[in-house]
């Protein structure tokens, strides 16, 4: 990190700041709010770990001393600290707030601004001028409610806004330096996103709705639970033809959605191609919030990490089996999905529960865990899978790896990949050698590899469109036994 002033030199620049080889990356922030200007610099040391230092005037660095896995900002006069692991008799997933300049001098008194449980945890929060809107998920439906600093000490709270059931909320464009203006997102998988105006304290009002691009007669939305192997209880939403009361029906076509890692939440939204290319012609959708991703915290996500990685795919596989048991639809009938990470659920699925699926779509996909790291930006996930290179971790990594639990006898479902040539996330050889293999042991697969588009697969809606166009398709020819 350099400091440079317009009009001189690059050259000239002085370096204040610099990160180790193995890092991540090296950043710099300045806080131009006004009285409380200051510079921040730090270091990933890897996906989940950093350092972060004040800079002074001098350019000396103080670090801000918290716990390598959280995540830490200054905003006027907080610190504000959001747990990944306990701290100061506080729990995971907690929120903090910290006086500035006491917590620089020692002092380490916290006022907990939130605090998880089993169901509840942190989403975001977002600052206003006199504000905190602190966003929540309870059992991946969220809640909002506005939280305000007193100048004497302490906090209040109150609710800001209703949600509906089984809906995300987005809080955006708020200006902590201006007013206490906000902007809300709203959306469901039914529900087209809806922008919503307001000031805290006083009135809102809808300025927008996204329209609708399918047709939502009949269809419904639930929420379920099913059982992992070791007991653990995974929620998944379930998006199809409504089977209450009268109208229940047989089983029927059903695509299973997953993603499972880096504490990634998948919480309810509008998809307009699934809506269009998956429900309106009948099919069931459902979305399955495993271990892995950050539905409940820290906790949730770590639950998933390096070598119990397989506890993600076992809460996958219980959903499936959970939807064939509540009559929703048959192995032959159930289709599952998933990219990027997601593309490695899917390899787990082929290789260890083909018995469960009549398809399997596998998105610009990791597959090969042993030599991950050393292609692209693998070895930034490390800290998510471990290193191959350690022999402590390399035997859980093959035993992982999809690549390497293709075999020539087992009774594998129909298998489409997409990938992109120019993919630099996740290297397009992954899916390569696996449709190679694959095809090598005897087994039919289809391999599309789009030549531009990124680790997204398309370069625009049009193509996106394709793409999804291509996977209902393979999956309405194939998802057809009873």
Avoid at 247 to 256: D, F, K, N, S, V
Avoid at 360 to 387: N, T
Avoid at 444 to 450: A, C, I, K, S
Wanted: hydrophobic share 40%; aromatic share 8%; charged share 20%.
């Amino acid at each position: 990190v350099r400091r440079w002033r317009r009009g001189t030199p690059l050259a000239e620049s002085v370096t204040v700041f610099e990160g180790e080889p193995s890092d991540v990356s090296a950043w710099a922030w300045h806080d131009a709010t006004p009285g409380f200007e200051r510079d921040f610099v730090g270091r990933s040391l890897d996906f989940f770990r950093s350092e972060t230092h004040l800079l002074t005037a001098d350019d000396r660095l103080v670090r801000i001393e918290v716990p390598e896995d959280a995540e830490v900002y200054a905003h006027r006069k907080h610190l504000i600290v959001t747990l990944k692991s306990p701290w100061l008799g506080h729990p995971a997933g907690a929120l903090l707030a910290f006086g500035f300049d006491a917590f620089l001098a020692g002092d380490r008194t916290a006022e907990a601004l939130f605090t998880p449980d089993e169901r509840t945890a942190l989403a975001g929060h977002s600052w206003t001028r006199h504000h905190l809107i602190l966003e929540t998920m309870r059992d991946v439906s969220t809640r909002i409610e506005v939280l305000t600093p007193s100048e004497e000490g302490g906090w209040s709270r109150a609710p800001l806004a209703d949600v509906p059931p089984l809906s995300a909320v987005g809080v955006t464009d708020t200006d902590p330096d201006v007013s206490d203006e906000y902007f809300l997102d709203v959306s469901g998988f039914l529900q087209p996103s809806t922008l919503t105006r307001g000031t805290i304290g006083g009135d809102s009002e809808i300025l927008r709705q996204a329209p609708a691009r399918f047709d939502i007669t009949g269809l419904a939305v639930e929420q379920a639970f099913a059982t992992s192997d070791d007991g653990t209880r995974v929620p998944y939403f379930v998006i199809g033809p409504d089977r209450s009361g009268e109208r229940a029906q047989g089983p029927g076509p059903t695509l299973l959605y997953g993603y499972g890692g880096f504490e990634v939440s998948l919480t309810p939204s509008y998809a307009a191609l699934t809506g269009r290319g998956w429900l309106e012609s009948g099919g069931t959708y459902v979305i399955a919030n495993i271990r892995g991703g950050g539905e409940y915290g820290p906790a949730w996500h770590q639950a998933a990490l390096g070598a119990h990685r397989h506890r993600a795919f076992e809460d996958f596989a219980a959903v499936a089996r959970d939807l064939v048991a509540r009559g929703i639809t048959t192995p032959g009938m159930l289709g599952a999905a998933g990219g990027s990470n997601g593309g490695l659920l899917m390899g787990a699925m082929l290789t260890r529960y083909p018995e469960l699926f009549g398809a399997i779509v596998c998105q610009v996909p990791l597959l090969d865990m042993v030599r991950f790291h050393k292609l692209l930006a693998g070895a930034s996930w490390i800290a998510e899978y471990g290193d191959p290179d350690d022999e402590a971790d390399l035997p859980h990594l093959r035993e992982l790896s999809p690549y390497h639990r293709l075999t020539a006898d087992a009774p594998y479902p129909p298998v489409l990949l997409t990938t992109s040539t120019r993919d630099d996330r996740v290297h397009p050889g992954h899916a390569r050698k696996a449709a190679a293999r694959l095809r090598e042991l005897g087994h039919p697969v289809l391999l599309h590899e789009n030549t531009g588009g990124g680790h997204a697969g398309a370069t625009d809606n049009a193509q996106a469109a394709r793409n999804k166009a291509l996977m209902y398709t393979f999956l309405r020819k194939h998802l057809t036994e009873g």
